[in-house]
């Protein structure tokens, strides 16, 4: 099983491998890891279907974590970036055996355990957190049966919001990826503000910088964008034309370690500082508010809006209706049920 391991990914890390090829890879081990693991499609056991709420927002379900292994351009992308990332640290902490965080795993820590083919256990020691007890089962088999006790310091069960790190163990790496399109619904933002303070000076996030951007758009564009957003093999379709039709309106939120070691919250709870965007005259059919989410994973390895679930657009129905020289407030809220609030101010005569 270790030898498949390293084959798929080696593959998915491969810069010359061909699409195709890295489907096969990243299939082959959702394969493996649903088979060890338990949570496959064909359970018949409901608990693997919910989904959990908890202080920062929703702990996606056992059965929909897994199924994320299988959007194939987000599983290469991240291994990608968390790959460079490790490499990064290395230089950055010469000789010493990275200490690296990984707070809501899922049932496959998809983001790391396929890198222990790639370093050796005196190089990282991994320590993973999750919420959802059949998803802890789940990857505890995986490392069990695969031999890789060596790279993993623990398999922590609870809300990563109440994780605090040992004193006097370094933490040089914290990966995390509990999120949706416009950083929604699920505690990124929240982990984010809670677990950064705990990286040693230098230590590296990822990922490195999360944008959500509001623009106005056509609904008929966007709808076809929709429908043709990936190719066969699993990996986006270029809308590049796409992005230069649509109206910016600016920047809502950055969530970065810059960013939010000026946010003053502990993640628990708060508000980050409100961006107001006024809305310029447009054309009839340039009607649809939209917020648009990028996610830098580190260096040069970047997820765009409609490349992955996590960069998916978000349409704001309510706000279509909304005259030119209205201004809009936008606040982001971290909390049991994340996202942006608004209001509108309309234009006076």
């Known amino acids: 099983m270790r030898p498949l391991l390293r084959a798929a990914t080696d593959t998915i890390l491969n810069p010359a491998a061909d699409r195709a ?73 010469p000789g010493q055996r990275l200490q690296i965080l990984y707070p809501g795993c899922g049932p496959f820590a998809t983001l790391l355990l396929p890198l222990t083919s790639q370093f050796g256990p005196e190089q990282i020691e991994i320590t993973l957190i999750e919420a959802q007890p059949q998803s802890v089962q789940s990857v505890r088999r995986l490392i069990d049966a695969l031999g890789l006790d060596a790279w993993f310091a623990a398999v922590v069960q609870g809300d990563a919001l109440d994780y605090r790190h040992p004193p006097g163990q370094p933490l040089h790496m914290l990966v995390l990826e509990v999120m949706q399109g416009a950083l929604a619904r699920e505690p990124q933002a929240a982990l984010t503000l809670h677990l950064l ?20 758009t056509s609904q008929a564009r966007e709808d076809f964008a929709t429908l043709e957003r990936r190719d066969a093999t699993g990996f986006p379709v270029d809308h590049s034309n796409l992005a230069r039709q649509r109206i910016p309106l ?35 059919e340039e009607n649809q508010f939209m917020l648009l989410t990028t996610v830098h994973i580190f260096g040069d390895v970047v ?47």
């Not at 897994?66 to 490499?87: D, P, W």
């Not at 070691?261 to 809305?279: E, F, I, L, Q």
């Not at 706000?319 to 936008?330: D, Q």
Request: with cysteine.
């Open 21 to 93: 090829a890295i489907r096969s890879a990243v299939f082959e081990l959702h394969e493996l890891f649903s088979t060890i693991g338990g949570v496959r499609e064909d359970h018949g056991r409901p608990e693997l279907d919910r989904d959990a709420w908890l202080a920062g927002g929703m702990a996606v379900s056992p059965l929909l974590a897994a199924r994320c292994l299988t959007e194939v351009y987000r599983t290469a992308q991240f291994l990608r970036g968390v790959y460079a990332a490790i490499g990064a640290a290395m230089q950055r902490f």
């Open 197 to 216: 303070p705990q990286l040693a000076p230098g230590g590296i996030l990822v990922p490195q910088k999360i944008v959500v951007d509001a623009c106005l």
């Open 250 to 284: 600016g920047r809502l939120l950055e969530l970065s370690s810059d960013s939010a070691a000026g946010c003053g919250s502990n993640g628990h709870a708060g508000r980050w500082p409100p961006v107001t965007v006024a809305v310029p005259s447009r054309p009839a």
């Open 303 to 349: 997820i765009r809006d409609y490349e992955s679930e996590v960069s998916h657009p978000v349409i704001l129905y309510d706000l279509n209706s909304v005259a030119s020289g209205a201004e809009i407030e936008f606040t982001y809220a971290t909390g049991s049920k994340p996202g942006f609030r608004y209001t509108v101010a309309e234009s006076r005569p």
